[in-house]
């Protein structure tokens, strides 16, 4: 599914990934360890494109994804959490994984005025699949508590479930 082909990363004079290749195959939950310093959050952010590779390649399903923007790989089905999670702290629960949802009938403007059948469909739609992740996370007791006074577990899953809303391919 993901595939890394001798990725060396290099900032300035400082070699952080030196000949990195590894494969995660479709279905397996990975790990990376090391020691600190090792490269393991400059690898993941090789993989998320927040970092271009000095060289290598990475691929998602065979496909070169080296050159694409964070974004792009996301739409390719490539989701990322972070080990401090980035919740929307004044938001619910509810509504950070709603907020996380790809929407494309209602980020148009013209569509939410003269399309408001479709567009209603569609954030009914999101509420259900967000209430789905929620009670697949086990968050049901905390659904409308703003994310902010969550604990550090519970942020974890909230940042999941947010991944989880985009349909990905692999996280």
Known sequence: MIKLEDICVDFGGLRAVNHASFEIDAGRITGLIGPNGAGKTTAFNVIAGVYQPSSGRVLLNGRDITRLK????????????FQIPHEFARLSVLENLMASASAPEGENVFNVVFRRGRYR?????????????IQ?????????????????GQKKLVELGRALMRDPKII
Not at 70 to 81: F, I, N, S
Not at 128 to 133: C, P, Q, S
Not at 137 to 150: P, Q, T, Y
């Open 70 to 81: 964070p974004h792009q790989r996301a739409e390719a089905g490539l989701a990322r959490t």
């Open 121 to 133: 469909a569609e954030e009914r739609e999101i509420y259900d699949l967000a209430r789905e992740t």
């Open 136 to 152: 697949l996370l086990e968050l049901e007791h905390v659904i409308d508590e703003k994310a902010g006074n969550l604990s550090g």
